[in-house]
């Protein structure tokens, strides 16, 4: 398995609060990103980075930001959480050479 | 724009039986394809990819799939389902390397087929 960890795996949070999620790599790769998984609609990205400090936005952004500052992390921070970012939310990573991206093992936050 | 299709969300098959997951994708320039398997509570794992080289591609546990351009598809295949096959199944696509530009290697998924496996 790839070395990809998320933590929390687990959050429960209220409405307008900030929650950051952390997604660390041992793999050196390139490029992470973020997706929500949620019922009817498989993943969606979020947000993806292709370097330290390069980041960019993905399908549905919007109330989400991400930071990268180091090659190994990769954060993703909402900013005042709502009940429709209640969902699974999935790192991933890649390398530019074989394609395909390893996923972690997910983050499950509930907003009340 | 890249899009993918699957049709079914759910399909449900006796052990034994053939396993049959349709995926069909829209893309400006030839694709990768993949397929993804989700078990309950838990990651995706890779089964499969396909990257322009042989149109008929072997995964793990059994799983095939055959990427047909003139279809725009590249459903996944099992010729004997077994109890332990019973997960999510996510077909996506993404630009080729060489499409350039930072966006490379972003997966665009479809909605997820459910596959139930009766005794």
């Known amino acids: 398995d790839a070395g990809i960890t998320q933590s929390p795996r687990h959050k429960v949070t209220e409405t307008g609060t900030p929650v950051t999620l952390r997604c660390h790599q041992t793999?050196?790769?390139?490029?992470m990103y973020w997706y929500r998984q949620d019922p009817g609609h498989g993943l969606r990205l979020i947000h993806y980075s292709y370097g330290v400090k390069d980041t960019d936005k993905g399908e549905v952004s919007d109330g989400y930001s991400v930071s990268r500052s180091k090659t190994e992390d990769f954060l993703l921070t909402l900013e005042s959480a709502t009940s429709s970012q209640t969902s699974v939310y999935f790192c991933a990573i890649s390398d530019r050479v074989r394609g395909e991206q390893y996923f972690g093992p997910g983050t499950r936050l509930t907003v009340t | 724009a890249q899009s993918v299709t699957q049709l079914g969300s759910h399909v449900s098959v006796s052990e034994g039986a053939l396993v049959l997951l349709r995926c069909n994708y829209s893309s400006s320039v030839p694709p990768y394809l993949f397929w993804y398997v989700q078990y309950p509570n838990q990651g995706l794992q890779l089964l499969l990819k396909?990257?322009?080289?042989?149109?008929l591609v072997k995964g793990i546990n059994g799983f095939e799939a055959e990427f047909k351009k003139s279809e725009t598809s590249f459903h996944l295949t099992k010729p004997s389902a077994h109890m332990s096959d019973a997960a999510e199944y996510f077909c996506a696509v993404s630009d080729p390397p060489w499409a350039g530009g930072t966006s490379y290697g972003k997966l665009t998924f479809g909605q997820g087929t459910i596959l139930t496996v009766h005794p």
């Open positions: 396909y990257t322009s080289a042989a149109t």
């Open positions: 793999e050196n790769h390139r490029y």
